[in-house]
């Protein structure tokens, strides 16, 4: 396997169970939780029983009052997952080395200059209907009283859909440009430049290219230097990067877009994978992230999405709507549904567990990844985003037929939703822009930063374990689908 791969263990094998097990036993350790550790190191289930584990780090770190202390926490559980191999072609080295080694330009820049027309205002697509103005705030609204996002989501997405017209002149740095939730495509409709890192597909490239001379913004694509350009359709043809394989100059080539760029910058980070391949990719990610953090703060910003399917803190409002949408639950899943147990943290925040053990541990992994990164850089005092998006139905999630059909039946449950991928990207979009347009906010945890305007589609206020009403969900989902909650 070339590019980027775990490392081996001490049996010589290139073993995911051993990987997870070692980055949280190293946090396990930085903590001082000496039974945990154990706990994570001796488990003979890893598969069925990491939710455990993981949601007792997760807990622990929370309540984790000294920021210095947590920093070096989360620092050494990063260290730990991106201490991979890499391998050129030549035989694997330590990810490290390999990102340390004199690199050449290997990409060019190819741009593509819109010559399209701002769209005059935010649009959010939802239930067959294009919601701008009053109507937009009043659904926003609406979902808020339901419950599947908090008040502060609400309140974000309206200020963000005034700001669309702030993203002119900022330069986008986007992992995963092909993702269904990226913001990539409306980006480029309101005037901003993307430099747009994602695999080599030709027909979505193409796409992506006509879509981009539409707009009135920017398109940055790499290249490998030397390949002959001369029509769109050669470009689409050559242009695109393989962030396993290319690592060491796919960053090269995003510093470069970074430090030539001459207004705000800001990396996103959209990228995802089945199985082992999300914890690859998410390293892969954050070694970019380690990199870009030596632009000036007062010039590069960082975005993510976080899973509202991983445990967390959630506040008090929460926990009281949870016990309230039991007293009106229906009495099949008053009966057979598993009761959220959320243990008070301090303050007015509860622990949430919501890892599902048919994610897997290295979604989980992924995803926390992702969010010690987030907590990091805002300790550090930059900008961040990483709100909590809902579940969508997007490709690389329907492609999965159980999958698919759970989301038909969630809406059943109140007050649960699933929404198609559109919905879901502009309001992400919204709540992104309301970020960048504000001061970082002082938190208790910085751990709590993905907590900020969640838009969990009702997980933290439903009173029910989602796996404990699977197959009714499913069977629901089958016989009678339902979108649109309320």
Known sequence: MAGLQFPANEKGERSTTSFNKAVYSTMASSLGAKDLEDKIKGEKDWRHKYCLHLDQLVEQTLLLKDSAKLQEVLSKGLEKARAMDFDAGSGPVPLKDALSA???????????????????????????????????????????????????????????????????????????????????????????????????????????????????????????????????????????????????????????????????VTLGTYLYADGEANVRLTAAADSIVEAVRSLEKEKVSFAYLSSCSTSTAIPEEAVQAQEANFQTAGRWAAMFGERHSCKKLDGNRFFLSAFEVLQGPNYALAQMMRQWRAALLHLEGFQVSAPMAPICRTESVVHNATMAVLLEGLAHFPPQESYDAPTGRQAMLAILLSDLAEPAPKLSNPLLIVTRKAFHSGIWRTPFVMASLGKTTWFLGKVAPKRVAA
Not at 109 to 137: D, H, M, R, W
Not at 187 to 196: D, H, I
Not at 216 to 225: D, I, Q
Not at 245 to 264: N, S
């Open 102 to 264: 004199a690199v050449s330009s290997k990409f060019t820049t190819v741009k593509i200059s819109g010559t399209g027309t701002t769209s005059p205002s935010f649009v959010l697509p939802y239930n067959g209907k294009e919601l701008t103005g009053e109507a937009l705030e009043k659904q926003c609204d609406q979902w808020s009283a339901y419950g599947t996002m908090e008040p502060d989501c609400a309140a974000a997405i309206k200020a963000g859909a005034q700001r669309l017209h702030a993203v002119k002149g900022r330069t986008f740095l986007v992992l995963g440009a092909g993702s269904e939730l990226g913001p990539v495509r409306p980006l480029l409709e309101a005037g901003a430049t993307v430099a747009a890192v994602a695999t080599r597909r030709p027909k979505r490239w193409a796409d992506l290219i006509a879509f981009a001379k539409g707009t009135p913004g920017t398109l940055l694509v790499p290249v490998k230097a030397g390949e002959k350009v001369e029509s769109d359709e050669d470009l689409s043809a050559v242009c695109g990067a393989d962030l396993l394989a290319e690592l060491p100059q796919v960053l090269e080539w995003l510093l470069r877009c970074g430090r030539e760029a001459t207004g705000q």
